[in-house]
């Protein structure tokens, strides 16, 4: 009896309170507040999105990946390329915009990459040089290991996996 008059005063205080303006709107600001603290590291960059180039610079001495790179980069505005002898920066001094590729090759593994950079490189950039260096340390274990590009393909394709689920139902508990 206790929970039906307890329930009973809040149904009528919530809907006596859905009628005020001020409920409403505070429920609206609320919202709102939440949505953007929700995504206040989305709204912060892109409120500070700076209109210079990125500059990439990249060190690879046997040219394994310049090309590679520039082919990846090449479909995206506000990129500029660098093609250095030795990486040289100043880690006091070192520009936001500014990413140095560095590559090396290894006879165990295959390929190094070494990237530098100010802050966390966003995504944009990070897949496609990924992308190069996967690209380049297959051609080149192709080479030394005389596979063909079929059989490489095949080696690295997804595994093709079939997941199925089975529900329990009331006849299998019956059992």
């Known amino acids: ?17 859905m009628k005020n ?15 953007v603290a929700l995504n206040i590291s989305e709204i912060s960059n892109f409120i500070s999105e ?17 090309n590679n790179l520039l082919s990846k980069f090449s479909t995206m505005d506000k990129v500029e390329f660098k093609k250095v002898n030795k990486l040289v920066y100043d880690e006091n001094n070192f520009e936001s915009n500014r ?14 990459v070494k990237i530098i950079a100010s802050e966390i490189i966003s995504d944009d950039y990070y897949y496609p040089i990924e992308d190069a260096t996967k690209e380049v340390r297959n051609a080149i274990y192709i080479k030394q290991n005389n596979i063909s590009a079929k059989d490489m393909e095949e080696i690295l394709k997804d595994a093709s996996i079939e997941t199925i689920i089975i529900e329990e139902n009331d006849e299998m508990l019956d059992r």
Not at 21 to 35: D, E, Q
């Open 99 to 112: 990413i140095l590729i560095e590559t090396k090759y290894d006879e165990q593994k295959i390929l190094e």
């Open 1 to 17: 009896m206790k929970n039906s008059k307890v329930s009973n005063i809040i149904k009528h205080n919530i809907k006596k309170n």
């Open 50 to 66: 700076n209109d210079d180039n990125t500059i990439i610079e990249i060190a690879d001495t046997k040219g394994l990946m310049y």
């Open 21 to 35: 303006k001020w409920f409403i709107t505070l429920n609206i600001l609320i919202f709102i507040v939440c949505i």
